[in-house]
C-alpha cells in the first residue's frame, strides 16, 4: 500500500491557521492553511506537472450517501454537482470550473469541462457501521457496485468515473474534524478490483461547524472572538451542506488535476504534495489572504456567496490557483 504522510492539522488561532504535519496513510486531505495562503500572484509557488494523467474525459460522477440524509441537504448538493456543466449567471459555478479545465496532460488534453451525475446510490443502512477508517472508504464504494438481490448497484466505471462518497451527519470517519474534511485518493484493486479516482467529504454541521464548515461558523474552541464580518450566513440555509460545497469543489479540483497523486502538485516530496484547492484554502475572493476571505456579494438576507448556479442558487466556494495567472483565482475576481 502506498502511504501518503501529507495531511495537516486545522487549528484556530487568532485570526488565521496554524498548519501541523500529521502522518496519514491513504489520502489528500482539505486543510486549512490561510496564514500561507493570499490571492495575489507569487514566484514562490512552485507548482510542477509531474507527467501523470488528469481527468480529461467527461467526467461521470457517482454520489455514494451514506448514511441517513436529509432530502433537502441532498438537493443543494445534486443542484451544485448539475451546476458545473449547466448555464447560470456569471460568475457561476461553471465559470469556476473553467479554471480547473485549464490544466493538462502531457498530450496537452485538457480536464474536462463536463461532469455529469450519472447515478446515485443510498446506503442508509451504514453497510459498514457509523465508525470508519480511511479504507473502509473503499469498502463502502466497493459495497455500492456490488451485485445484490436487494438493490441496483452502480456500475464500476473505470474508464471515466468518479466515485464521491458523502457521510451523514452521525457518521464519525478516522481523523474527521480533527486533521480532515474531506480527502481524496484512488481505489486499490485488491479493494475494488480496479483502480478509479474517488473523494469522501464527511457533513459538518453537527460535528464541527467550525472546524469544517468556515466561514459559516467559528470554532468555539479557538479561544478568540470572530472578527466583525468574518461569519457569513448560509446562502442556501444550512451551515453543514454550504460548508460541505466548498470541500467538494476542493476535492473534486484536486482529484481532477492529480487524480493518481502523479500529475499537477507543488513541492518536492511527491508523499505530501500541495495541490491546487490547497494553495488557496480560505481564498473567495480579491484581496483575500491571511484570515480575510476577499471580496463576496451578500444575498437579499445577508448570506455571502461568490457563484451562481442551477435553479438561482448560490454557493460560496473557496479559489483554486492558476498556472495561467500564478495566482489564486476564481470568476468573481475584480481584476
Not at 35 to 53: A, C, Q, R
Not at 194 to 220: E, L, N, R
Not at 263 to 292: N, Q
Request: proline content about 6%; overall charge negative; hydrophobic content about 35%.
Amino acid at each position: 500500500m502506498q502511504s501518503l504522510h501529507i495531511l495537516l492539522t486545522l487549528l484556530f488561532h487568532a485570526f488565521m491557521f496554524q498548519v501541523l504535519e500529521s502522518s496519514l496513510t491513504e489520502n489528500q486531505q482539505y486543510y486549512y492553511d490561510q496564514e500561507k495562503n493570499y490571492e495575489g500572484s507569487s514566484n514562490l509557488v512552485d507548482l510542477k506537472y509531474h507527467m501523470g494523467p488528469v481527468l480529461a474525459s467527461s467526467i461521470n460522477l457517482y454520489i455514494i450517501w451514506y448514511g441517513e440524509w436529509n432530502p433537502t441537504h441532498q438537493s443543494t448538493i445534486r443542484d451544485f454537482i448539475h451546476s458545473f456543466s449547466s448555464p447560470a449567471p456569471y460568475p457561476s459555478v461553471s465559470d469556476w470550473w473553467s479554471t480547473v479545465s485549464l490544466y493538462t496532460d502531457q498530450t496537452g488534453s485538457n480536464i474536462s469541462q463536463t461532469i455529469t451525475l450519472s447515478n446515485e446510490f443510498h446506503d442508509f443502512k451504514y453497510s459498514h457501521g457509523k465508525h470508519l477508517t480511511r479504507l473502509s472508504i473503499q469498502s463502502i464504494i466497493k459495497n455500492s457496485v456490488s451485485l445484490s438481490p436487494y438493490r441496483k448497484p452502480l456500475p464500476l466505471n473505470y474508464e471515466n468515473g468518479l466515485y464521491l462518497v458523502l457521510t451523514s451527519s452521525d457518521v464519525q470517519v478516522q481523523e474527521f474534524c480533527r486533521a480532515v474534511c474531506g480527502f481524496h485518493y484512488f481505489t486499490f484493486p485488491s479493494v475494488v478490483g480496479v483502480t478509479v479516482p474517488y473523494a469522501w467529504i464527511g457533513y459538518s454541521g453537527t460535528q464541527c461547524p467550525g472546524m469544517c464548515a468556515y466561514p459559516f461558523a467559528w470554532d468555539k474552541y479557538s479561544g478568540v472572538v470572530p472578527p466583525h464580518g468574518s461569519i457569513m450566513g448560509a446562502p442556501n440555509g444550512d451551515v453543514g451542506v454550504d460548508g460541505m460545497i466548498s470541500v467538494i469543489a476542493h476535492e473534486l479540483a484536486e482529484v481532477s488535476s492529480n487524480p493518481l497523486i502523479n500529475a499537477w502538485y507543488a513541492g518536492d516530496d511527491p508523499t505530501a504534495p500541495i495541490e491546487i484547492g490547497d494553495l488557496c484554502v480560505g481564498v473567495y475572493g480579491s484581496g483575500g489572504g491571511g484570515g480575510y476571505l476577499g471580496e463576496v456579494e451578500k444575498d437579499l438576507r445577508g448570506n455571502g456567496y461568490n457563484l451562481n448556479g442551477v435553479k438561482g442558487r448560490k454557493f460560496l466556494v473557496q479559489w483554486v490557483w492558476s498556472h495561467v495567472r500564478r495566482r489564486c483565482f476564481g470568476p468573481n475576481a475584480l481584476d
